[in-house]
């Protein structure tokens, strides 16, 4: 059993790592299973698993049903990581096309949907979470890109957060918490090469922010270089941090906020970003 809970009156000093593990579906569940086998040799701690109803359009298995239930039981976290992951939408001109078909390779799926769409999509995960009892406090949507109709969609949901590369954002409300992440890319060498050098700098960057985010993909274990990039970001940040699934760092980061700022609006932030593309 993870230890997760966190006490408030410590909580201004206490410094916090997440572990998000991405792109959870039938397909990828041996990938991520064996990330997850590169996490526990680094430590037993409690990580959020972005979970994908209808990952590319594939149908979610009794096998990975049992398997996300077993692991919310052990005190991991599941969160709505959209619905089937893929950007379907024409692109509308050059650069538009260039962004969603070369930066996410197709795989924004929230970024130019309607509100409409946003709000059937959303309401389809939440219904899955219900029908398989999961707890479900966090959206986060694939490769973080929030169009202007699913920060709309978002408004009218009952989720504690949201995330994006740059920050975590309370909802409702949008008050953000800043912290990058630390994200590979293993698509290609020279994909994998920059994020290495982009992933020694960001922890250095980030050394003194109380939050930590580690963000790991299926195959982040399956190259060595990049696998041990990350355990050694994991086990130096577990030297000061305490890890904590993201939907129990934004509950006690909401306790700990001071007064209420009257409902401080964040514009949505989604930048891109050379080496950190899903
Ligand atoms: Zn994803």
């Avoid at 379907?88 to 409409?116: H, K, M, N, Q």
Wanted: a positive charge; hydrophobic letters at 40%; charged letters at 25%.
């Amino acid at each position: 059993m993870h230890d997760t809970t966190v006490t408030p009156s410590r909580f201004e000093s206490e410094r916090f790592l997440c572990v998000v593990l991405h792109d959870v579906a039938a397909s990828t569940r041996a990938a991520c299973m064996r990330t997850l086998a590169a996490i526990a040799q680094v430590a037993d701690v409690p990580v959020t698993l972005l979970a994908v109803p209808r990952y590319h359009g594939e149908t979610p298995t009794p096998d990975l049903i049992d398997w996300l239930g077993s692991r919310s039981r052990k005190g991991d976290e599941l969160a709505l990581h959209g619905w089937r992951h893929r950007d379907e939408l024409a692109p509308e001109g050059p650069l538009d096309r260039l962004r969603r078909r070369v930066y996410t390779r197709g795989e924004g799926e929230f970024w130019a949907i309607s509100e409409r769409e946003a709000t059937r999509r959303i309401d389809a995960g939440v219904a899955w979470f219900r029908d398989n009892g999961w707890p479900l406090a966090g959206f986060v949507a694939p490769a973080w890109l929030l169009g202007p109709g699913a920060w709309q969609a978002l408004a009218t949901q009952r989720f504690e957060y949201t995330s994006t590369l740059r920050e975590l954002v309370h909802l409702p409300g949008r008050r953000s918490v800043k912290s990058q992440s630390v994200v590979y890319s293993t698509s290609s060498a020279w994909r994998r090469q920059s994020s290495l050098l982009w992933n020694w700098v960001v922890p250095r960057l980030e050394s003194r922010n109380p939050l930590m985010r580690l963000e790991l993909h299926p195959r982040d274990a399956d190259f060595t270089a990049v696998r041990r990039s990350w355990q050694k970001v994991l086990e130096r940040a577990l030297r000061d941090r305490r890890a904590v699934t993201v939907a129990d760092f934004m509950r006690h980061d909401r306790a700990g906020a001071p007064t209420q700022v009257p409902a401080m609006t964040v514009a949505p932030s989604t930048q891109w970003q050379s080496t950190t593309a899903e």
